[in-house]
């Protein structure tokens, strides 16, 4: 048998050593980008190969590498969510990161786009809530103003006036932890004196001066911080500038005195972005779940993008949802904001089963590692 040639030897070893190199970057970081590098490399160190084994089929060594290497392109790579155990004073429990869990929406407005009027009386409020605790959802997202594009703005005094009509009534028959949607603080702290667990801000501490955060430290609770801004306009990569607001969220946060395990971050789809946007966002969300490791909320529910996607009205969107619900537990979301708890329920219950036994036949006993900072 012929010695390999001394050129060739030093291509594949140069190769090699690449390959494993971005590979192993591959492993810290979850990137696209990365990604499609270490694709790139094992290709590149396939054709290598495959290139010398035409002209000398009998070398075996090289023959080997030729069959294995592409094999490791197909490596799957596993999203980690973080874990959260929530305890509150009413003995309410959550727990976040070792199943996808579902907020059921209950907005208490006249004009929120998909359900407006429908929940806003005593009767009617109480009775989807208790329906969707029953549904499976671990959490009820209350909301007494619509954030819709286009909604008519209300004061603080004119959301908390809506809300409390509500809430206490909700607390007290609520068998899982309810969370306001609400970016005035004066409203958010009313609600919180009066028992409720959790903050749901679309501004992400970003609206007033701090006080919102000022709020949620005093009072101890999580809080779900959510990207927004008035325009779609983006200077540069959009994934960019939304990491550069959620930096400074997070600035606010602690400077307020907001707990690191207290923090629940949300991309905000549907929100100061368009639809190609979201579509965007929603595809590179990894890249803001890995750079961020704090639980992700997802609440796509029946969204504008959807129907144009679709070509379907709101009340016909809950299978579009359902879609980008599934998407996002593999970009490691682990809470999906909905209007269709049910449905939504036994999606992500089943699609959780299947991760986990995939991740059993690869060895691994949990379906999603466990992580906390």
Known sequence: ??????????????????????????????????????????????????????????????????IFFPAAMQKEI?????VRNYKWKDGKTLSLGDVSLVMGILNVTPDSFSDGGLWNTKEHAMSHM??????????????????????TELTAEEETARLMQLLPLLLDASSVPISIDSYHYETMEKALSAGAHMVNDVWGFQYDDGSMAAVT?????????????????????????????????LSIAFAA????????????????????????????????????????LLGVSRKRF???????????????????NLWGIEKGCTLFRVHDVKTTAREVKMWDALRKQARLQHGESNCWPKGSL
């Open 217 to 249: 430290a005093a009072y101890g609770v999580p809080a779900i911080l959510m990207h927004n801004q008035n325009d779609t306009v983006y200077e540069g990569d959009i994934i960019s500038s939304m990491k550069s607001f959620f930096d400074r969220t």
């Open 306 to 324: 959807i129907g144009t996607i679709l070509d379907l009205p709101a009340e016909e969107r809950d299978e579009g949802t359902a879609a980008v």
């Open 130 to 151: 208790k329906d969707m605790a029953a549904d499976g959802a671990a959490m009820i997202d209350v909301g007494a103003e619509s954030t819709r594009p286009g909604h």
């Open 78 to 82: 596993h999203m980690t969510r973080p």
């Open 257 to 296: 005195g907001v707990k690191e395990e207290n923090i629940i971050l949300d991309p905000g789809i549907g929100f100061g972005k368009t639809g190609e946007q979201n579509i965007e966002v929603l595809a590179r969300l990894d890249e803001l779940t890995q750079a961020y490791p704090y639980p992700w």
């Open 1 to 66: 048998m012929e010695e390999m040639p001394c050129s060739r030897v030093v291509l594949l070893v140069q190769l090699m050593i690449i390959s494993l190199i971005i590979n192993s970057a591959a492993s810290e970081s979850y990137s696209s980008m990365i990604r499609s590098h270490r694709k790139a490399a094992y290709a590149a160190f396939f054709v290598a190969l495959l290139w010398y084994n035409l002209e000398d089929i009998q070398q075996p060594l090289p023959l080997i590498f030729t």
